[in-house]
């Protein structure tokens, strides 16, 4: 029997139609009845804004290549004409059912609470004068109508904004009757108006922006009637293009970059589904769209502005309940954070676990006269960061800071520009990490004197310095002052920072350098101890797995009859259970409260077991086109907590987790007989939380 060619493209899922899999998984999340009902519209509104940023830059490349003239078939085998296509069509089924889910299940289930979104119709003439009040001191000032004519020329209309295109009938003043206009809802107006107690029935009653614009834009146009007004929203491009080997300098090329995303090409045109076909077929000639770009939607077109609504609801009943991430027991008997980490490596899961310690070891450091020289690497921090907070006082009181700031974090480069100029003004040193590679490994270095020696102490992640996603996203970060992890990470920073050849690392794994190749050397160890008669296994986490050589690697060690369980919460193009070739392996995503985005490898090594944390994904970008770490858990406790709750514990459960078909499709499971439910992110709340 011949050997299968592992790179034939049936053994290759498409990567934009599994990203698209994932993205019905979390809508999916919308109909469980045992999640909480606010917790749900939740999930449809993250499914929403899921699918925006799908096609501001996933659709967006793919018309790129095409209008390049670009026929390159991926790994699966399918021209970037065909994915476009199968992308069309599945993400119309997607938003077809966002809707039919919203309408049919969420607003009825919402009212049955005394939630309600008032209708127009549904308005009581107390209500209507209420709202006609406010739409005239609220709305009118900030509103300006366009009427198109030769002088005022289709306008620019900001990506993902609200819009209206209005039908006029009539004369204007200067008796113009063109009979088309645009109305462009400010950002700054809320799309959800909360109706006061004295005009509702109950305490929460609301009434959408839209509703009120559409009820009276008349009153905008005087002497002419509206017959038509219809919501419409422009999906963009908002891909930013840097040319990095033409650029001098990369900050002031962002900052010239990010002024376009509103305005890049369009690629989704989103409108109300009673629009007339002549005005949608206007709007599609304006956006130079095709029908294949229109989504005619029941309901507001904005429908991911709803995630405000669990904010305006004090329901407790509905949502979620609080919890309190916990602390290590050894954290909670010492203050000083250098002893405890002298006295042995401290591993944190968050956000089962609080994410205080790692920014009280940077404010211990930048208070600390001890402490010489800090380094960090900064992806994404979010506003008002403790963290930056920490960095800049270090600065300030003299101490050596080295920021390492990745200024293309997708749609953070705004924020992350403001954090670099802040960082700089304190006298700290600011890198912007090495041009063509993203930097998104997740490392500290705090360098002490202690006595007549130096002393490194580590911190190093899967996730980034982000107080607010650190509460949830699941990750795993380490703190340590090993010192060949500590010689290892001054490594990469002096290679981050300086010039020179890469040198050779004692523990780290660091792409684009080794992490790829000790990858490929660990699976094949693995099918080597598989045909040598001894058990093997291999498991690992991680959000997306498209690698080819990876994928390849991993049919072969399961041909060779390792046992492989892969946990990935997006993107897979690996085909699982194809005979003779991936039979020995697992795929599962997980779906539940927190955001999956730790990645742990594990390799059973023939009873030599090893586990390595890291901030890569299995991915191309990853592997070569990005600064990334692996960094191990050495610690024999650790390393079996580990393997314990951020994988064993996943691989059992059974109530949020989904299991990849061979076709492509994905089988969530459920308890069967005496099978007791199991979540993982369940279990570990109970068990690390306070």
């Not at 008032?118 to 009427?147: C, D, H, I």
């Not at 912007?432 to 998104?440: D, I, M, N, P």
Request: with cysteine.
């Amino acid at each position: 029997m011949d050997a299968p060619d592992l790179k034939h493209p049936d053994l290759y899922l498409n990567r934009e139609l599994s990203l698209l899999q994932f993205h019905s998984r979390v809508l999916a999340q919308a109909t469980d009845e045992s999640i909480p009902l606010l917790e749900r519209l939740r999930f449809l509104c993250i499914s929403s804004t899921n699918l925006d940023e799908f096609f501001e830059i996933r659709v967006s490349g793919l018309k790129e290549q095409i209008a390049l003239g670009s026929v390159q078939a991926g790994p699966d085998g399918l021209t970037p004409q065909e994915t476009l296509k199968r992308v069309s069509e599945y993400a119309h089924s997607i938003v077809e059912e966002q809707y039919r889910i919203l309408q049919e299940t969420l607003f009825p289930q919402l009212e049955k609470e005394n939630i309600r979104f008032l209708r127009r119709q549904e308005w009581t003439p107390k209500q209507a004068q209420w709202v006609k009040r406010y739409f005239n001191s609220e709305l009118v000032p900030m509103l300006s109508p366009l009427g198109l004519d030769p002088a005022h020329p289709f306008p620019r209309i900001i990506n993902k904004s609200l819009n209206f295109i209005v039908a006029l009938e009539g004369k204007d003043a200067f008796g113009r009757e063109n009979g088309i206009a645009v109305v462009m809802a400010p950002r700054t107006l809320p799309r959800l108006i909360h109706v006061p107690r004295t005009y509702a029935k109950g305490p929460y009653e609301f009434i959408f922006l839209s509703s009120i614009i559409h009820a009276y834009v008349d009153d905008l146009f005087p002497g002419m009637s509206a017959t038509g007004c219809y919501q419409f929203r422009v999906t963009r491009n908002s891909d930013l293009f840097v040319d990095e080997e033409e650029i001098d300098d990369l900050l002031h090329a962002l900052e010239g970059e990010l002024s376009t995303r509103r305005y890049g090409d369009a690629v989704r045109l989103e409108v109300a589904d009673n629009c007339s076909d002549e005005m949608a077929d206007f709007l599609l000639k304006q956006f130079n769209l095709t029908l294949d770009d229109l989504y005619k939607v029941n309901g507001p077109v904005n429908v991911n502005r709803l995630i405000a609504l669990p904010d305006l609801v004090d329901r407790p009943d509905l949502k979620y309940p609080p919890f309190t991430p916990g602390l290590p027991l050894r954290m909670t008997r010492n203050t000083d954070i250098f002893e405890i980490i002298q006295r042995g490596d401290v591993l944190l899961h968050h956000p089962f676990e609080s994410f205080v310690p790692v920014i009280e070891f940077l404010r211990k450091a930048a208070a600390d006269p001890q402490v010489l020289a800090i380094k960090q690497t900064l992806y994404r921090t979010g506003p008002d960061s403790a963290i930056v907070d920490a960095l800049v006082e270090a600065a300030k009181t003299g101490k050596e800071v080295t920021a390492v700031v990745e200024l293309r974090a997708r749609f953070d480069e705004e924020e992350n520009i403001h954090l670099a100029n802040r960082l700089q003004d304190a006298g700290a040193q600011v890198v912007y990490g090495v041009v063509g590679y993203k930097s998104h490994a997740k490392a500290m270095v705090v360098v002490r004197r202690e006595g007549k020696r130096l002393r490194r102490y580590v911190h190093l992640s899967t996730g980034n310095y982000h107080a607010r996603t650190s509460r949830i996203y699941t990750d795993i970060g380490l703190l340590t002052c090993d010192k060949d992890i500590g010689d290892d990470a001054h490594k990469i920073f002096s290679q981050l920072t300086g010039l020179g050849r890469a040198r050779k690392l004692k523990k780290l794994w660091l792409s684009p350098f080794t992490l790829h190749k000790q990858l490929i050397s660990y699976i094949d160890r693995e099918a080597e101890h598989a045909k040598d008669g001894k058990p093997a296994h291999l498991i690992a986490k991680m959000n997306s797995l498209t690698e080819p050589q990876l994928i390849q690697a991993l049919y072969q060690a399961s041909q060779a009859g390792v046992k492989i369980e892969l946990i990935i919460r997006g993107i897979c193009r690996l085909r699982p259970g194809i005979p003779n070739v991936s039979d020995n392996i697992q795929v599962r995503s997980i779906i539940g409260r927190f955001l999956e985005h730790s990645r742990i490898y594990y390799f059973l090594n023939d009873g030599h077991s090893e586990i390595y944390c890291s901030s890569a994904d299995w991915m191309e970008r990853n592997m070569f086109r990005r600064v990334e770490t692996a960094f191990p858990i050495e610690d024999p406790r650790l390393a079996e907590r580990l393997l314990k709750e951020g994988l064993l514990l996943y691989l059992s459960d059974n109530t949020q987790a989904w299991i990849l078909q061979s076709d492509g499709s994905y089988k969530r499971l459920k308890p069967t007989g005496n099978q007791k439910s199991r979540s993982a992110q369940q279990i570990l709340l109970e068990k690390r939380a306070d």
